[in-house]
């Protein structure tokens, strides 16, 4: 049973301050993960993806990997009101050739930027 | 370019009346995709299509459960006799191949009253 861990939250940050978001992962085959942001009563946007292990940056965002300790991280700088959302870590596991797997989710984190 | 569309966006149903939910993928993509997220979770994988072929139904929940993709774009998912469990948001996301990243639908949000 593949399974994706995250604290539900809610996380508060201050308004400019750096916001850190935890993700872990039990299936050690995955290869391809996510960062999507969902408002509330929206659908899911993708933020980031990554596949290799270390540091991927994209403007305000951070992704960071690491797959011996199965851990994967999103770090949101200068955070703003606007970034108040539920974030959701989704993992991916290669297609094995008998059929093609969706994305794991997790419950996703509740994220609160305060002005 | 258009997005993944879905219809309704809003479904209410009786308990036992049978629905049947719309997925327009992006122009293209091969892969189509459906997710259930129950309020407070992140969403599940029901199944998934390549083209036509459905190649994953491991998530979807039961038998009154069915998808289909007849000419490899637009998708239906149908659900028969609904039960108030079966409230929920569905999502459909589509993508170029099926290790690429994937874009969501609004979704539609069906209660089962």
């Known amino acids: 049973q593949k399974e994706v861990e995250q604290n539900s939250g809610p996380l508060s940050v201050p308004e400019g301050a750096i916001a850190s978001l935890n993700c872990t992962y039990s299936?050690?085959?995955?290869?391809?993960f996510f960062w999507y942001r969902q408002y509330s009563g929206k659908s899911p946007e993708l933020i980031m993806f990554?596949?290799?292990?270390g540091d991927k940056e994209d403007g305000r965002f951070t992704a960071q990997l690491n797959k011996a300790s199965q851990y994967v991280s999103l770090l949101i700088r200068d955070s703003q009101p606007s970034d108040s959302a539920t974030y959701l870590c989704?993992?991916?596991?290669?297609?094995?050739?008998?059929?093609?797997?969706?994305?794991?989710f997790g419950k996703g984190t509740h994220l609160i930027i305060q002005p | 370019g258009a997005g993944v569309s879905q219809s309704p966006r809003y479904k209410v149903a009786k308990r036992g009346q049978d629905v049947a939910l719309r997925c327009d993928p992006i122009s293209g993509h091969v892969s189509l995709f459906w997710y259930q997220q129950a309020l407070g979770q992140g969403p599940e994988f029901l199944t998934y299509?390549?083209?036509?072929?459905?190649?994953?139904k491991s998530g979807l929940p039961s038998d009154r459960f069915f998808a289909e993709r007849p000419e490899g774009s637009v998708s239906t998912l149908k659900i028969q006799r609904t039960q108030q469990e079966d409230s929920a948001v569905y999502l459909c996301a589509s993508s170029w191949a099926d290790q690429e990243t994937q874009y969501f639908g609004p979704g539609t949000r069906l209660l089962v009253l």
């Open positions: 989704a993992v991916k596991s290669p297609w094995s050739g008998g059929g093609a797997d969706g994305l794991t």
């Open positions: 299936d050690r085959g995955s290869q391809s």
């Open positions: 299509f390549q083209n036509e072929a459905q190649l994953d």
């Open positions: 990554i596949y290799s292990n």
